[in-house]
């Protein structure tokens, strides 16, 4: 058996603070398979982006973060790794898009010159000439009509949208083991951000990324993600497959978040409490079957 | 409270910085107390003692008319202290409400009052006060008069640029929905969200008024003699360096104490005021 | 059927930008009856926001009118006026003063408007806290001693501490996670049901819109294209901006997903 592409094992996070020390993460196991896409859902404040900036090494370097468990990233352990091997990990070996694709690009360069500095971390030395093309290639895979056109443009001139695309394109082009998606299209109207999901789902599909999708959005998940973990206050409560998750949710946390979430085919708002005893039962574990398929 | 005592003990500048303020503010408190030679704040000849290096019971010497420079320094602390006090409370009551106005109110008040602004501003701090100390009699009010004119406009600027940014927060669109004053949504609204920056510049401005005013009566144009200021000390015993040091060293280390000292604690304050937003 | 309590007739704002127009709201004409809850939903850039602020007079229309219980709005709004329409904004944490305690905020309405004699206002703040779910204590806390769902409460209040009969909903739970907003939308309902409230409600989320309105009135780049009964416009919607719309809802069940895909394959 290979080993998985992640594989985080107790993972526990604490905060020291002038008050004394909050454990933000309290021994959180997770393991991504090769070119598999998995989900962490859960609400603001569950600790789901603190642990994918843990994995990309940010909060490592935090004053007063203390980290513990096991981080593994394709069979090597992250926290042996000399600082400097990790940091050429980021953007090679693994790649991030974010939230907001407009912010996340620079102002003040070309997407053309951001391009060929992404391809410059994977491949360096590489010709202006073979980082152009790479990067046409690179955008014509993410559905981008005029890449040329595009390649030329400053971030501001190009919609949401189109940005968005262009971090795809650029978070894959040094063709990572891992992409981990922070809540990524959230920033965007719900018509683009379906269509930029769908093209994800495609483009990481064809290049055999997996995938660390982090989102408090369960539609979206659903659609995306082939397992699922709920996370719920720096713990797993629930993780299987996605199909599974959503049709027999089996954690009270899991039942309560999909029962809020509201149907478009109707039905009125449910009366759901936020907190309950119930949200700390153990978790909950649906076997994992063979290949198992994502939501429509 | 736990928090603030934590920020203090975690940064040792900070903790020397309340150190240095304390012993600049108690001295010049209690200055009658600690003096050896209270008298000596005054026109006080004593040639028997003049121009002593640092001995008891002068421990930072005395002057070239045999005043004890310790006792000198202290008094000078609360003249000085007093300078900052009265300044920063007539420039920013000023500065921050012309800042509030051309903040919120926008348009052609904005205009014309961020272009004054801007006028002050463009001179060089000194050159400003000395203008004025050169029209009018080198007194301590008009000294004070001086560095106000040269003050105000800093806390305009910097109340400006909050007042810009907390406009667009949705508590001042809340607050004019309901139909509040605009009177009501400057100063009981968006002023209460100005206040820890303007503290922490007000502590900052306390050390800085304190070297503006040496500067200035370093030059002849501040406080007059006998009454002690820690610039004309520096100045006067400029011309006996280096055989009577004392009489330069002493008061050029009190004014850098005051300012280190309130640059201290105010970097120490936007840590704690600031943390709390 | 009776008088509508808002009448939007014929508004439009035109927004110049760098020497061209730009045609925020278009002709729009909407009645919304007293007690009823009409959603306007739309993607960024559709005109939402900006009639919500034509509607509370933060914004004065290019053209047309807007009628409130049978009167024209003057463009600049009388204490009456503000007193009658209120809102709750999208962010709670920018919503309420940090400096200002819970109780400060809330009893700023009262003093505005003149309401009760000033030793009352002290309890009827505690009994509108009482009245969105939160204890009546909570008049001394700073906003950032509560949570963004509690923020929100207190919004809530804020918005019915002036005993307006018109609310103007503006996204005022997309900034909430989904057990929050669940909980919040059961609140404005329950509130809407005892007060006799009206709603203008403004959203993105066609699922929540789906749960809570009247009717829903869909804009796209500054116009209205369709305005229906919230179960007809889920059922049978009538333009392919609406269908395109529902269709890209992300969703959770099979019984969704099947609706979801019959509206798709009906556009096609």
């Not at chain 2, 008319?65 to 602390?77: E, K, N, Q, W």
């Not at chain 3, 996670?177 to 007060?195: G, K, T, W, Y």
């Amino acid at each position: 058996m290979t080993d998985p592409v992640l594989a985080l094992h107790d993972l526990r996070l604490a905060f020291k603070g002038f008050t004394g020390t909050t454990e933000v993460l309290h021994g959180l196991s997770l393991s991504i398979d090769r070119g598999e896409r998995v989900a962490l859902v859960g609400e603001s404040g569950s600790g789901k982006s603190v642990t994918a900036r843990i994995v990309l090494g940010l909060i490592q370097e935090m004053r007063g973060a203390k980290v513990s468990g096991r981080l593994r990233f394709q069979g090597q352990d992250l926290d042996r790794l000399p600082k400097r091997a990790r940091h050429g990990l980021r953007g090679t070996a693994m790649s991030m898009i974010f939230q907001d694709p407009t912010s996340s690009l620079n102002p003040a360069y070309r997407i053309g010159t951001q391009f060929r500095e992404v391809l410059a971390r994977g491949t360096p030395g590489i010709t202006a000439e073979a980082a152009t093309a790479r990067a046409t290639a690179l955008l014509d895979e993410v559905a981008i009509p005029q890449p040329d056109r595009v390649l030329a443009a400053y971030p501001f001139q190009l919609s949401g949208g189109m940005n968005q695309r262009v971090m795809i394109a650029m978070a894959l082009a040094n063709e990572p083991a891992l992409l981990i998606a922070d809540e990524p299209g959230t920033a965007l109207d719900v018509t683009v951000q379906a269509q930029t999901l769908r093209l994800m789902r495609r483009v990481v599909e064809q290049h055999g990324t997996a995938v660390l999708f982090i989102s408090h959005n369960l539609g979206v998940v659903r659609e995306f993600a082939d397992r699922t973990y709920v996370i719920y206050r720096g713990r797993i409560v629930e993780h299987g497959p996605t199909e599974a998750v959503f049709h027999t949710p089996g954690h009270p946390y899991t039942r309560a978040l999909m029962a809020a979430q509201p149907r478009i085919t109707g039905g009125g708002v449910p009366e759901i409490a936020e907190r309950d005893a119930q949200y700390g039962d153990p978790m909950v574990v649906h076997p994992t079957g063979a290949a198992a398929g994502a939501g429509a | 409270m736990r928090r603030v005592i934590g920020i203090l003990l975690a940064n040792p500048l900070s903790l020397l910085g309340v150190v240095l303020v304390a012993l600049v503010v108690l001295g010049a408190v209690f200055a009658d107390f600690l003096a050896p030679f209270p008298e000596h704040r005054g026109a006080v000849v004593d040639f028997l003692n003049f121009n002593r290096p640092p001995e008891w019971p002068y421990i930072f010497g005395t002057d070239l008319v045999g005043r004890d420079l310790f006792s000198r320094i202290l008094y000078a602390y609360r003249i000085s202290l007093m300078l900052g006090v009265v300044v920063l409370a007539i420039a920013v009551p000023i500065g921050v409400t012309i800042g509030l106005l051309a903040g919120y109110l926008g348009g052609v008040w904005e205009y014309l009052l961020m272009r004054l602004t801007d006028v002050f501003l463009s001179i060089p701090p000194l050159v400003l006060a000395m203008s004025i100390m050169g029209l009018l009699e080198p007194t301590l009010i008009n000294g004070m008069l001086a560095v106000t004119a040269m003050w105000w406009p800093w806390y305009t600027r910097l109340v400006y640029t909050i007042t810009r940014g907390e406009k667009e927060e949705g508590y001042v669109l809340a607050a004019e929905v309901i139909g509040a004053s605009r009177s009501h949504v400057m100063f009981r609204e968006i002023l209460p969200n100005c206040v820890p920056a303007v503290i922490t510049k007000m502590t900052l401005d306390l050390g800085f008024v304190i070297l503006i005013a040496s500067s200035l009566s370093f030059l002849g144009l501040g406080v007059q003699p006998p009454t002690p200021d820690l610039g004309s000390m520096v100045a006067e015993g400029a011309d006996y360096l280096p055989d009577s040091w004392w009489l330069t060293v002493f008061p050029g280390l009190a004014i850098l104490v005051a300012v280190f000292g309130f640059n201290l604690v105010g970097d120490a304050l936007r840590d704690i005021l600031g943390a709390e937003r | 059927m009776t008088a509508p309590l808002l009448a939007l007739q014929n508004l439009s704002k035109t927004f110049r930008s760098h020497g061209h127009a730009v045609h925020a709201v278009q002709d729009v004409s909407i009645d919304v009856a007293a007690g009823e809850c009409l959603a306007i939903v739309g993607e960024s850039g559709s005109g939402k926001s900006t009639l919500a602020n034509m509607v509370l007079g933060i914004l004065a229309p290019s053209a047309g009118e807007i009628r409130y219980d049978g009167q024209a709005l003057p463009a600049r709004r009388t204490l009456a006026h503000r007193r009658a329409l209120q809102l709750v904004q999208q962010n709670p944490l920018s919503a309420l003063n940090p400096k200002r305690s819970i109780g400060a905020s809330l009893r700023l309405a009262f003093d505005v408007h003149r309401i009760g004699d000033r030793a009352g206002r002290t309890a009827r703040v505690g009994a509108l806290l009482e009245d969105v779910g939160l204890p009546a204590d909570f008049a001394q806390r700073p906003p950032a001693a509560l949570s963004g769902g509690q923020r929100q409460r207190v919004a809530i209040a804020r918005a019915l501490a002036c005993d307006s009969r018109l609310l103007v909903l503006d996204e005022p739970t997309s900034a909430l996670d989904v057990l929050v907003q669940s909980r919040i939308l059961r609140l404005l309902a329950d509130l809407r049901a005892e007060h006799g409230l009206t709603y203008l409600f403004i959203s993105h989320d066609l699922a929540v819109v789906r749960n809570i309105a009247d009717r829903v009135a869909v804009f796209e780049k500054g116009r209205m294209v369709e305005l229906a009964p919230t179960d007809r416009l889920f059922t049978a919607p009538e333009h392919p901006y609406t269908r395109r719309l529902i269709s890209a809802v992300p969703v959770i069940t099979e019984d969704e997903i099947t609706m979801r895909d019959q509206l798709a394959h009906g556009a096609a």
